[in-house]
């Protein structure tokens, strides 16, 4: 079974920088895409970034220019690393991979942006 663990969330003053992690196992990693989220206690899901099996990536307009996707498949690991980040950036952020047409989550990372 597929599983996703999300690690790099933290507490992080207004324009400073995190770079999250997703480390897969459980999957051929390299042959899926996978995408980036984000969900505000209380508030629906998000879309971040994605990125497709052979690295061409996509992002929100809300995280354009200060955020970037990425992944290694040697280490079967994605990346989203966060410049500049914003109070509005707080939120609890998840990965996801989709495999023969379900998706799996990852527990998520917390970020939390003070001004």
């Known amino acids: 079974q597929v599983q996703l663990v999300e690690s790099g969330g933290g507490l992080v003053q207004s324009g400073g920088s995190l770079r999250l992690s997703c480390a897969a196992s459980g999957s051929i990693f390299s042959r899926y895409a996978m995408d980036w989220y984000r969900r505000v206690p209380g508030k629906q899901r998000e879309w971040v970034a994605g990125i497709t099996s052979v690295g061409t990536t996509i992002y929100a307009d809300s995280v354009k220019g200060r955020f970037t996707i990425s992944r290694d498949n040697a280490r079967n690991t994605m990346y989203l690393q966060m410049n500049d980040l914003k109070p509005e950036d707080t939120a609890d952020y998840y990965c996801?991979?989709?495999?023969?047409?379900?998706?799996?989550w990852g527990q998520g990372t917390r970020i939390t942006v003070s001004s």
């Open positions: 996801k991979l989709r495999q023969f047409g379900i998706d799996y």
